[in-house]
């Protein structure tokens, strides 16, 4: 996620995809910031997804992955970036895909 694009086309779809989600359990989000995140921007992000966001951490190449989502494990329903992060394991009765493809 970088600051600069907030509100684009991808984040609405998260926002969207959040809240169809709500039916499901009480969602936290880990945005996998790319770049320098602000307090502001940590704030605005997690307003305009309308969840709360477990980490303002930035993930880099070299950034050991299993550290980096450790905050999410005891989440019973944490949301990332369906393809370069994380599918639980326990999602929803409408996933039951678990899936962690290496950052590129």
Request: charged share 20%.
């Amino acid at each position: 996620m970088r600051p600069r694009y907030l509100g684009d086309s991808y984040d609405i779809v998260k926002q969207s995809l959040l809240r169809w989600l709500r039916t499901c359990g009480t969602w936290k989000a880990h945005p996998m910031f790319t770049e320098d995140v602000t307090p502001e921007e940590v704030t605005a992000f997690s307003r305009l997804l309308g969840v709360p966001l477990l980490s303002s951490e930035v993930l880099e190449a070299a950034t050991n992955r299993e550290a980096y989502f450790a905050s999410a494990r005891s989440v019973p329903f944490p949301f990332s970036h369906l393809r370069l992060g994380f599918l639980p394991k326990h999602w929803c009765p409408y996933f039951s895909t678990y899936h962690t493809p290496p950052l590129r």
